[in-house]
């Protein structure tokens, strides 16, 4: 890419950073046109994509070059999805998106209660030996989950030993809350950062 067209592109990519800070000012006319050009592009990008990756070599190549017709099923539920938008035939789509949902819900639910309920269980069956730092960090672990899970145990009165272990719970939540929050900002700020640097940097050269 030569010098000039490298400086007409930072142009345009620092026009559009540009207008989509003057939303820190108010909604305005230029955010707008920016960031409708942003989703616009961004979806003509990713529908491209999706043929490419998923409709041709998923669907199409598996009918054309592997023989293999019975894709046609999968690909005229599809077709039917599309129903939705008419008023009068809405209720076809109904099927293809019912045995969509079953399906998904029949993948997703195991793979959740792996990742979010067995894992987690698994997370907390850590050795607690008091003799090394690493014992006592699992002794915290556990102690920290189990205060979690006291504050949501409604079926008894906080109070007394139970109402201080609730306590100390909300204190983890929090701080947990807090850490994941604080992480999130910084990501952003990073983001940020970078946009400054490119602005100073790669558009107007006033920093290396």
């Given at each position: 890419?030569?010098p000039l067209e490298l400086t007409i592109w930072n142009t345009i990519a620092a026009f559009f950073t540009i207008a989509i800070?003057?939303?820190?000012?108010?909604?305005?006319?230029?955010?707008?046109?920016?960031?409708?050009?942003?989703?616009?592009?961004?979806?003509?990008?990713?529908?491209?994509?999706?043929?490419?990756?998923?409709?041709?070599?998923?669907?199409?190549?598996?009918?054309?070059?592997?023989?293999?017709?019975?894709?046609?099923?999968?690909?005229?539920?599809?077709?039917?999805?599309?129903?939705?938008?008419?008023?009068?035939?809405?209720?076809?789509?109904?099927?293809?998106?019912?045995?969509?949902?079953?399906?998904?819900?029949?993948?997703?639910?195991?793979?959740?209660?792996?990742?979010?309920?067995?894992?987690?269980?698994?997370?907390?069956?850590?050795?607690?030996?008091?003799?090394?730092?690493?014992?006592?960090?699992?002794?915290?672990?556990?102690?920290?989950?189990?205060?979690?899970?006291?504050?949501?145990?409604?079926?008894?009165?906080?109070?007394?030993?139970?109402?201080?272990?609730?306590?100390?719970?909300?204190?983890?939540?929090?701080?947990?809350?807090?850490?994941?929050?604080?992480?999130?900002?910084?990501?952003?700020?990073?983001?940020?950062?970078?946009?400054?640097?490119?602005?100073?940097?790669?558009?107007?050269?006033?920093?290396?």
């Amino acid at each position: 890419m030569s010098p000039l067209e490298l400086t007409i592109w930072n142009t345009i990519a620092a026009f559009f950073t540009i207008a989509i800070f003057t939303f820190l000012y108010k909604d305005n006319t230029l955010y707008k046109i920016a960031e409708s050009i942003v989703v616009g592009v961004a979806a003509g990008y990713f529908t491209v994509l999706l043929f490419w990756t998923s409709l041709k070599p998923k669907f199409w190549d598996q009918i054309t070059i592997y023989g293999r017709w019975w894709y046609i099923i999968p690909g005229l539920l599809g077709l039917l999805m599309y129903f939705r938008f008419s008023k009068r035939y809405a209720w076809i789509s109904r099927y293809p998106l019912c045995l969509y949902i079953g399906i998904g819900s029949g993948i997703a639910i195991p793979l959740s209660l792996q990742t979010f309920v067995v894992r987690q269980v698994e997370a907390t069956m850590l050795p607690m030996s008091f003799t090394s730092l690493e014992g006592w960090n699992n002794f915290l672990v556990v102690i920290m989950v189990f205060s979690g899970l006291i504050y949501f145990f409604f079926s008894m009165e906080h109070r007394g030993l139970v109402g201080k272990t609730a306590t100390f719970g909300i204190w983890v939540i929090m701080v947990g809350f807090g850490a994941s929050f604080g992480y999130t900002v910084m990501a952003r700020v990073s983001l940020l950062i970078g946009r400054i640097q490119f602005l100073l940097g790669d558009w107007l050269h006033l920093v290396d």
